[in-house]
């Protein structure tokens, strides 16, 4: 078995939303059968991880909960925790030396990370924050990836690691492959508040693991057409979240030109179209939901694709080190 490689990830902060699914999960589960993939859990990275460890350890087992109710298969694929294979660290440190401090300020994602950190205090800015993206770069390159599917937000991190490769390996010869970045069908997805970004911290996300009545009760109550008063009045696509998620979610392309047809004249209500949404979203999830009931009643399942996932992804790191140690001529004594 010679299958190219994927290694993506996440940090365990919260549960998988649709902004997940739609910008990165999807593509995780079509890829299981063309590539060997590592789907990393990164704990490392988790920047007020003292503040609140109890979630952290929670969020592990929820977001390897959310991966197998999608779809990601722990037989197929394996599911790791970033701090089992502190190899990870080490690597980081290395490859620290080939980041420039510059070039990393003006990764936009980092930026928009700092420029909120820096609004509390010039010293709420730790070290780590400068490691962290390093340390993204050492997890793709351990398993010498080919290919990152990510949202839009990680493109940066996945450059830089192209970069990277390529200083590491004209200084010492080839060891990574330079990985192609992949971002999903949705790149970026709307909140139902209208917000720019669907996201935990904002408030305004539906869960995987929200119930078919909250997901009802979020859609009814999703930012819409703020200049439209009355079903009546013609409405405007562009720009409202529903009809985005529409597009995004539902399959039956028909309906949903039925609704924008009729919206724009005022031949529909707010009402239809957002019911019309729940019941589409619903039926995308209901499977979603069944796996999760399964692996739910059985939490020694997840817990058992954890642990072999990150026993496989500790050997490959063993591997790789080994090489990279070669490269680096740290053979001192023989
Ligand atoms: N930084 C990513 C996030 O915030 C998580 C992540 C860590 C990652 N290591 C990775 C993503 C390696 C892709 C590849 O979600």
Known sequence: MNKKRILTGIRPTGALHLGHYAGALENWVRLQDEYECFFLIADYQVSDYADDIDTVRQAVFEIATDWLAVGLDPERSHFVIES???????????????????RLQRNPTLKAEMDELE??????????????????????????????????????????TR??????????GEVFPEPDGLVGRVPRLVGVDGQAKMSKSLNNAIYLKDDAEIVTQKVMRMYTDPTRIHATDPGHIEGNPVFMYHDA??????EVQDLKERYVVGKVGD??????????????????????????AQPALVREALASGSGYAKRVAEQT??????????????
């Open 163 to 172: 970069e990277v490769a390529r200083r590491f390996n004209r200084l010492f």
């Open 84 to 102: 089992l294979v502190p190899e990870h660290a080490e690597l980081t440190i290395w490859l620290s030396w080939y980041v420039g401090l510059g």
């Open 321 to 334: 080190m080994s090489e990279v140690r070669a490269a680096l001529r740290l053979n001192y004594l023989g």
């Open 271 to 296: 009402v239809e179209v957002k019911q019309k949404l729940a019941l589409a979203l619903n039926a995308l999830m209901e499977p979603i939901r069944e796996r999760r009931a399964r692996y739910e």
């Open 119 to 160: 609004s509390r205090s010039k010293d709420a800015v730790p070290v780590a924050f400068f490691t962290y993206p390093v340390m993204q770069v050492a997890n793709i390159l351990m398993p010498k990836a080919n290919l990152v599917p990510t949202g839009e937000d990680q493109s940066p991190h996945v450059e830089m």
């Open 249 to 254: 979610f539902n399959p039956d392309k028909a």
